[in-house]
């Protein structure tokens, strides 16, 4: 191994571990109950056996709540098993950044800065394995594998398993959450349509039959562990399809988008969003006229493209969405570094005058520097705050609380958001009295993980409550059966407790609302038992 690759190699084992240290440390502060215990949840379901749309439903998260599973099977289901998933996640993801920016020729020093500021937005701002999270990253690692299996035109094998890498990441991608990863899709096959002629057919035949193979492949499997296709198709498509037709209602005329979206850039404060917003006037204005005296190389038009694409999939997620807008924002700092990168080869073009050189090369470190301020700034407000999650955060009082708490939670500072005000003793003591007793329970609320702690499946038919996505509102033609499937448990004999969270859950749903529950509570005759704001109601027979 020569010099220059050590150094690389070094280098990225450096920004690697600098990722993972990052998301560990963000990861271990504070717990939100409704986001956190999502993907926590369904790995342990996935642990007792159950089976998505057979056992539970979810919308979404498919991947990210598989790839957590051999994390608890290996070390339990513990808080620092579930943020070394994140961690490691982070420090992949910051390779592919890396990646990418060396595919457009960025020097070595700068695709290291770009990738290391990278590692602040990606994972650290909610802490944990998220369905957004994971679509961003197998989204990325799509468009990664087909921009390098373009460079591969010597070696046709190479190019085609780089090609159906990218069709399996965009199905990990979907599978994780639909949405970024259908903005991801026409990105690769623009990729694919910019190849040869005679390449360009067999990149599409390979992500074709790619894709093709994985959806039998999934469907097989699924028919084999006997999913349900009528809730498949009620949760996985039909109810998240009424959400997001719900949620277009909000930017569905040009006045509305710009709004949002000038709002997000408002909100940001940092230079890449801005950069980002100007990089498709800067990529039309080359494609219009010449620049720097001659036609404009297609390398840097290319970045330039890309780094729209980027800034743009990011600034409309989360238009649509309606979410914290620093939860949507990881490809930022990879869009302004591919601007770096087409400014860099637009000065090392020979036609270029030595004044318009200088010029690029200096707006190029400009963006650096923005970027490492960006970044320092997005830690300090962002992650160090804990924002995304609304919690409030204080090192004192979650050391206070570590006594209470499992052991399973000795790596997680207890520190919730104000509308979850659960007392680290009361939830300890829950779990002990669940984890003592023979028999199971079913839970209604956020703090899910509460299963896995007790060391009980789970048994309640979603993921998380969240009306009209994850559970149908009560006029659904869905809803009685979905009302009768929170019942079964305690009328097979599965269940003997009711383990109720506060008034309502963080999506102001109750329990009174569904009517199988209230039958059963209505003829329970043994009183209550209560640990704070939990109520524990004995519905067994």
């Known amino acids: ?296 190389d297609r390398v840097a038009l290319g970045a330039f493209a890309l780094a729209a694409a980027l800034a743009w999939t990011c600034y409309v997620f989360v238009a649509f969405a309606g979410n914290q807008w620093q939860n949507g924002v990881p490809l930022v700092f990879a869009s302004v570094g591919l601007v770096h990168a087409g400014l860099a080869r637009l000065a090392a073009e020979g036609a270029a005058s030595g004044a318009l050189r200088t010029s690029a090369r200096l707006v190029g470190v400009a963006l650096a520097v923005g970027v490492v301020r960006d970044a320092w700034t997005f830690q300090r407000d962002v992650v160090d705050t804990r924002i995304v999650n609304d919690l409030v955060y204080s090192r004192e009082a979650a050391d206070a609380a570590r006594s209470h708490l499992p052991e399973e939670l000795a790596f997680l500072d207890w520190c919730l958001p104000t509308a979850a005000p659960i007392a680290a003793r009361d939830f300890g003591e829950l779990v002990r009295f669940l984890r003592e007793s023979p028999d199971g329970f079913v839970f209604f609320g956020d703090a899910t993980i509460v299963a896995a702690l007790a060391r009980k499946p789970s048994l309640a038919p979603c993921l998380w409550l969240h009306p009209g996505l994850t559970l149908p509102w009560p006029d659904d033609p869905a809803f009685p059966a979905f009302d009768a499937r929170w019942a079964a448990p305690f009328r097979d004999g599965r269940a003997r407790w009711l383990v109720v969270q506060g008034e309502e859950s963080f999506t102001k749903r109750k329990w009174t609302d569904l009517p199988s529950l209230v039958a059963l509570a209505a003829a329970a005759t043994r009183p209550e038992r209560r640990f704070g704001t939990f109520r524990v109601l004995d519905l067994g027979p």
């Open 1 to 296: 191994m020569n010099r220059v690759r050590l150094v690389v190699l070094v280098a990225l084992v450096a920004t690697f571990a600098f990722a993972f240290a990052l998301e560990l440390d963000a990861g271990a502060k504070g717990y939100m109950p409704l986001d956190h215990g999502i993907v926590f949840d369904g790995a342990w379901r996935i642990l007792q056996g159950q089976v998505p749309f057979r056992d539970f439903t979810t919308p979404n998260g498919l991947v990210p709540i598989y790839l957590q599973a051999p994390f608890f099977a290996v070390l339990g289901p513990t808080w620092f098993a579930y943020v070394l998933h994140a961690a490691l996640a982070n420090g992949a993801f910051v390779l592919l950044v890396f990646a990418l920016l060396r595919r457009f020729a960025l020097a070595l020093p700068w695709a290291f800065v770009y990738a290391a500021a990278s590692a602040v937005t990606f994972a650290p701002p909610i802490g944990v394995p998220y369905m957004e999270q994971a679509s961003f990253l197998f989204a990325l690692a799509a468009l990664v594998a087909a921009l390098w299996a373009r460079g591969e035109s010597e070696r046709p094998r190479r190019a085609a398993l780089l090609w159906c890498a990218s069709a399996v990441a965009l199905a990990a991608a979907f599978a994780s959450k639909q949405i970024p990863a259908g903005f991801a899709l026409p990105l690769v096959l623009a990729i694919a349509a910019c190849e040869a002629p005679g390449r360009r057919l067999r990149a599409f035949a390979w992500l074709g039959a790619s894709g093709a193979a994985v959806v039998v492949l999934v469907a097989l499997v699924a028919a084999l562990a006997g999913v349900d296709w009528g809730l498949a198709y009620d949760y996985g498509w039909r109810l998240p399809q009424s959400e997001g037709v719900f949620k277009l209602r909000f930017v569905n005329t040009p006045a509305k988008f710009a709004s949002r979206v000038t709002t997000i850039l408002g909100d940001t404060g940092l230079v890449a969003t801005s950069v980002g917003a100007l990089t498709p006037l800067v990529a039309l204005a080359a494609l219009a006229k010449s620049t720097f005296g001659r036609a404009v």
